[in-house]
């Protein structure tokens, strides 16, 4: 027997998505606008998205975030996988050490772990650039591959490892052959994540950014000191259109990978 929705419910959630996605709705709109005024409509017009592609400065900015970003989620797949792997063949209390470590970065305000990195790279002496940069976002990025891959090592069947090492195999020919083949659309999926997360933070990137390697999320904020025009307007709809075709993938990634789970 179905269940009959009230009309209160529909109001809800219809209130829930129009405040959820308004702003966004908004930001396309008017990112096609003429006017540099958000405050009146003057007609369509592309020249925001030609500024845009003629600022060198937004595409240095960008330029350097996705290269942080692709580095950050390669050093987090295999920062987080590993620990992931390394904490089934250790002890239960062992393996709470691990979470726990694992988990810490995500508990810490960004605010105090900018400042902290910030400290510690400068005793370091290390130059603030594309290396801060990875190192602070993988710091941040690692625990969110730890726990998806953690997540999926739990489902699989420990029968199959044993069987493996029944059949002589090394620990490393296991991991290869049976384990990695099993998380890795977990991997895929966790790195994608690492690169959105990468890509839109600024209070980490504020702290770690050198003078020749300014984010876009940190560039965009200072922009916003002096006033922005519908120009930002155009690059978040970039963005977001860069944010679906990311979704899509990651989902046509999922179905084979679990299409050919069931045709194995």
Same mark, same amino acid.
């Given at each position: !027997?179905?269940?009959?929705?009230?009309?209160?419910?529909? %109001?809800?959630?219809?209130?829930?998505?129009?405040?959820?996605?308004?702003?966004?709705?908004?930001? #396309? /709109?008017?990112?096609?606008?003429?006017?540099?005024?958000?405050?009146?409509?003057?007609?369509?017009?592309? &020249?925001?998205?030609?500024?845009?592609?003629?600022?060198?400065?937004?595409?240095?900015?960008?330029?350097?975030?996705?290269?942080?970003?692709?580095?950050?989620?390669?050093?987090?797949?295999?920062?987080?996988?590993?620990?992931?792997?390394?904490? /089934?063949?250790?002890?239960?209390?062992?393996?709470?050490?691990?979470?726990?470590?694992?988990?810490?970065?995500?508990?810490?305000?960004?605010?105090?772990?900018?400042?902290?990195?910030?400290?510690?790279?400068? $005793?370091?002496? /290390?130059? %603030?650039?594309? @290396?801060?940069?990875?190192?602070?976002?993988?710091?941040?990025? *690692?625990?969110? *591959?730890?726990?998806?891959?953690?997540?999926?090592?739990?489902?699989?069947?420990?029968?199959?490892?044993?069987?493996?090492? &029944?059949?002589?195999?090394?620990?490393?020919?296991?991991?290869?052959?049976?384990? @990695?083949?099993? *998380?890795?659309?977990?991997?895929?999926?966790?790195?994608?994540?690492?690169?959105?997360?990468?890509? &839109? +933070?600024?209070?980490?990137?504020?702290? !770690?950014?050198?003078?020749?390697?300014?984010? /876009?999320? *940190?560039? #965009?904020?200072?922009? !916003?000191?002096? $006033?922005?025009?519908?120009?930002?307007?155009?690059?978040?709809?970039?963005?977001?259109? $860069?944010?679906?075709?990311?979704? $899509?993938?990651?989902?046509?990634?999922?179905?084979?990978?679990?299409?050919?789970?069931?045709? +194995?």
């Amino acid at each position: !027997m179905r269940k009959r929705v009230s009309g209160f419910e529909v %109001f809800y959630l219809s209130l829930f998505f129009v405040v959820l996605y308004l702003p966004v709705l908004s930001v #396309i /709109l008017y990112s096609f606008n003429a006017s540099s005024s958000t405050a009146q409509w003057s007609g369509l017009t592309l &020249d925001w998205y030609r500024e845009l592609f003629r600022d060198r400065v937004i595409g240095q900015a960008f330029l350097v975030s996705l290269q942080v970003a692709i580095l950050t989620a390669l050093l987090s797949a295999v920062l987080g996988t590993a620990a992931a792997v390394i904490s /089934l063949a250790v002890t239960k209390g062992m393996q709470k050490t691990i979470q726990g470590v694992m988990i810490l970065p995500l508990l810490v305000p960004e605010v105090a772990l900018g400042v902290s990195l910030l400290v510690f790279f400068n $005793g370091l002496g /290390l130059p %603030f650039g594309h @290396l801060t940069l990875v190192l602070s976002h993988s710091l941040f990025c *690692v625990p969110y *591959v730890y726990i998806m891959v953690q997540l999926r090592l739990a489902e699989i069947d420990r029968s199959i490892i044993e069987s493996a090492r &029944d059949l002589g195999a090394t620990k490393w020919q296991t991991v290869k052959t049976i384990i @990695l083949p099993l *998380v890795m659309p977990s991997i895929t999926t966790a790195s994608l994540l690492a690169i959105a997360m990468s890509l &839109d +933070d600024v209070v980490i990137s504020t702290f !770690m950014s050198g003078p020749r390697t300014t984010t /876009l999320p *940190v560039h #965009i904020f200072s922009m !916003m000191r002096v $006033g922005v025009t519908p120009k930002v307007n155009a690059l978040c709809t970039l963005i977001l259109v $860069g944010t679906f075709f990311v979704i $899509g993938l990651n989902q046509v990634i999922s179905k084979n990978s679990k299409l050919r789970g069931l045709s +194995d």
